[in-house]
């Protein structure tokens, strides 16, 4: 099959990328799971963008690089602050709609580490929902989608991309050949046993890069979100940062606050600082609130928690929601510039799964959606006034007809049990070391270049979720100093400023 663009992924990113392209463009898109599954679809956040009159870029700029601990890439972070309000706007007037006040103008939020109230919201702590509604009508009977697929591997032939080997709901196998490829697979909170993630997000844009000899960036900054809700022991889902924007505050089973003097900025703190503070409390065995007793009209403003409290029996009206942290996003990721381009020619990477440097350390509450929003545009403007250039089959078939060689792979319980102890909130080298054995001892070093024709999609993923992991484990046990959301707990000082920059970390 050709096309002549190829988006492994459905997200939001993904749907900004096709906006740009399905004009011009054939455009075939490829998810692992439903289109109504994935992280946009979940997001209870809403965009952060400058658009008050107290507002300005230049202050949203300073916001998220003092939350990335200065770790950001400025071109792009300017990029995303200068541009995000101008394309947020046109889609506005074309009829994507936000939540407003009486008179007329937005209901514009505030979270953790922002200086000013900017961030949008849709249908309260729906944005994801709505937003992503929006854009799937948009792009209605426009674009070829595939569900229910998982990638292989994406075929490289004179060090170019030229599409990718999937394998079809079906099981059966099939060879996607495109000008150009998008990786926008998302993040990897499925690595671990606690993640605001849905089901299907678990690292499989990074194997696949990296397989394909793409170069990657800082992997080790993995954000943990300080509020998921606990219900019977189980995590069943996020409490939005909005609830502490709005007056919610962290408590102990006391009721005594517990982020007062932790951080000057308290309860909005960044994520990485309060992740740490909510650790320390629940790994003495202490459990930890979120009381919303100070947030006004909390039901009208958050129907999805509320719902979502309802159905799991967590007491909604006590006004008291158990939390505690879990995997959430990732910084670090595929390596990319301005226009998504990654280190392969024709391969480009958008959203949570590009490595551009523009969260840093860290990333700011809410820039995620924007992120999407301004680089999936970016990418899909770029190649769309890129020529036809790949008019040839390849010069062999990339299948084989026998089964390549098989990895023993551990259950996915048992890869998410040892990265979490490994790779979460805080870390040690011992720990690290640990886990690198375990993963050696599966051969790790297979994974990177074993032929993987004839595996299940549940094969599939494992071994990409053990190579994700060995990577990220890599990178983070080659950083000995803590900076934002990468925490060793041997270390006494912790590297928070400017001055104090360190190099970012490149595989």
């Known amino acids: 099959m050709k096309t002549d663009v190829l988006i492994i992924g459905g997200g939001l990113a993904a749907m900004m990328a096709a906006s740009k392209l399905v004009a011009d463009k054939q455009v075939t898109m490829v998810l692992k799971g439903r289109k109504t599954e994935g992280n946009s679809w979940r997001a209870q956040g809403g965009i952060a963008v400058a658009l008050s009159e107290e507002d300005s870029p230049t202050l949203h700029m300073e916001d998220t690089l003092h939350a990335g601990c200065f770790q950001n890439n400025r071109v792009l972070v300017d990029i995303l602050v200068n541009e995000g309000p101008k394309r947020l706007k046109c889609w506005i007037n074309n009829g994507l709609l936000f939540d407003k006040t009486l008179d007329g103008s937005f209901s514009l939020g ?19 929902d709505r937003t992503m509604n929006y854009f799937s009508g948009q792009l209605r009977d426009k674009l070829h989608m595939i569900e229910n697929c998982i990638v292989i591997d994406l075929i490289i032939e004179e060090d170019a991309c030229i599409g990718a080997l999937i394998q079809d709901e079906q099981g059966d196998t099939q060879e996607l050949y495109a000008d150009q490829t998008i990786l926008a697979t998302g993040g990897l909170g499925g690595l671990f046993q606690e993640s605001s993630n849905d089901e299907t997000i678990t690292g499989d844009g990074i194997a ?149 440097g523009v969260h840093g350390a860290n990333r700011l509450a809410s820039n995620s959606l924007l992120e999407a ?65 375990w993963l050696e001892s599966y051969q790790i070093e297979k994974y990177q270049s074993i032929t993987r024709n004839g595996w299940s999609k549940k094969e599939l993923e494992r071994s990409n979720m053990m190579l994700t992991a060995f990577l990220i484990a890599k990178a983070a046990f080659n950083r000995k100093k803590s900076i934002g959301a990468h925490f060793m707990q041997s270390e006494e000082e912790r590297v928070e400023h400017e001055s104090a920059f360190i190099k970012a970390t490149v595989i």
């Open 208 to 356: 696949l890069a990296y397989r394909a000899g793409a170069r990657l960036l800082d992997l080790e900054y993995i954000q943990f979100h300080p509020t998921l809700i606990v219900s019977n022991h189980k995590v069943i889902g996020l409490a939005s940062e909005a609830l502490r924007g709005e007056g919610a505050k962290l408590v102990n089973s006391e009721g005594e606050l517990i982020m007062n003097d932790k951080h000057p900025l308290g309860d909005l703190a960044p994520r990485d600082v309060v992740a740490r503070v909510l650790y320390s409390h629940i790994e003495k065995g202490n459990d930890v609130y979120l009381d919303i007793t100070d947030v006004q009209k909390v039901d009208e403003h958050f129907p999805q928690i509320k719902d979502m409290c309802v159905r799991n029996d967590v007491d909604w009206e006590g006004k008291r929601i158990p939390v505690r942290p879990g995997a959430h996003f990732h910084m670090g990721g595929v390596q990319t510039d301005e226009y998504g381009r990654t280190s392969v020619q024709n391969l480009f990477a958008v959203g949570e799964v590009a490595g551009s």
């Open 110 to 128: 505030k979270e953790g580490a922002h200086s000013q109230r900017r961030i949008v919201h849709a249908g309260g702590d729906r944005t994801g």
């Open 373 to 437: 929003i301004v680089f999936g545009e970016r990418v899909g403007e770029w190649i769309s006034g890129l020529p036809q250039t790949y008019d040839r089959l390849p010069s062999k078939s990339v299948q084989t007809s026998e089964n390549s060689l098989k990895c023993l792979l551990p259950p996915k319980s048992d890869i998410r049990k040892q990265v979490t102890s490994a790779l979460g909130v805080v870390r040690t080298e011992k720990k690290l070391l640990e886990f690198l054995s």
